[in-house]
């Protein structure tokens, strides 16, 4: 149980191009759901908090413009990545919770982006 | 705001061997601590996690431990196995707007020498 998913795994974009990417939680409802970041051995960056329904809360230091977050349902969160950049380059890993008074998350598989 | 850190940064252990990760918190409101086993190229899998009104958690050669007075938590691995190379990342759990959050620690690359 408490399986999430992410599509796609890996994606190479040009410059300037959009790049969407989804999250799904398979077997459970997610009435919030976490997008991360993650650079080359480093940890976790939390980039937001998304609840299903609401607007997204970005932490400090990302920009909401540039990575659109929509929670459109109980099982599924898509972080759009806006006129990508090679800055943009990283590791994007989901995470979901199953209720909102639990603390357990569980993660997706990630997705590798490239920008060229 | 809360703080996790974790040590050490890399560990290298015979197979067979018992490995040991530690973790200190500074936010003593903090009452959840799971930890995290991440595969290159992978998500984090959640391997086991502990709350504060346990002392100790075991499932089979993973335990964790956690001290609430010191506001450290540790992960123990016993009879290492290859597969069990991997980074570990511990992380505690704290209250901000209303909302859980993980607060991560750097992790820990833990090598199985054969």
């Known amino acids: 149980g408490a399986v999430v998913s992410q599509h796609p795994s890996r994606v190479i974009c040009k410059s300037g191009t959009s790049v969407k990417i989804e999250c799904r939680s398979l077997?459970?409802?997610?009435?919030?759901m976490f997008w991360y970041r993650q650079f080359p051995k480093q940890s976790l960056m939390l980039m937001a908090t998304?609840?299903?329904?609401?607007?997204?809360?970005?932490e400090q230091g990302v920009e909401k413009d540039k990575f659109l977050i929509n929670h459109a349902s109980l099982t599924l969160s898509t972080l759009t990545v806006t006129s990508a950049h090679p800055e943009d380059s990283s590791f994007y890993i989901c995470?979901?919770?199953?209720?909102?008074?639990?603390?357990?998350?569980?993660f997706g598989p990630g997705t590798r982006l490239t920008v060229l | 705001g809360e703080n996790v850190e974790q040590h050490p940064s890399t560990l290298s252990v015979q197979e067979g061997d018992s490995a040991v990760i530690k973790c200190t918190y500074s936010?003593?409101?903090?009452?959840?601590f799971p930890w995290y086993k991440q595969e290159l190229g992978k998500g984090p899998q959640l391997i086991i996690d502990?709350?504060?009104n346990v002392g100790e958690k075991k499932d089979q050669r993973i335990a964790v431990t956690l001290n609430k007075t010191a506001k450290h938590f540790s992960l123990h691995i016993t009879e290492t196995q290859p597969e069990d190379s991997a980074v570990y990342f511990c992380?505690?759990?704290?209250?901000?707007?209303?909302?859980?959050?993980?607060?991560w620690g750097a992790g820990t690359k833990l090598i199985i020498k054969p």
């Open positions: 995470s979901a919770r199953p209720a909102p008074s639990t603390d357990t998350q569980y």
């Open positions: 077997d459970f409802q997610a009435t919030t």
């Open positions: 998304s609840n299903e329904g609401s607007k997204a809360t970005y």
């Open positions: 936010d003593s409101a903090s009452n959840y």
């Open positions: 502990i709350r504060s």
């Open positions: 992380a505690a759990s704290t209250l901000e707007d209303s909302n859980y959050q993980l607060i």
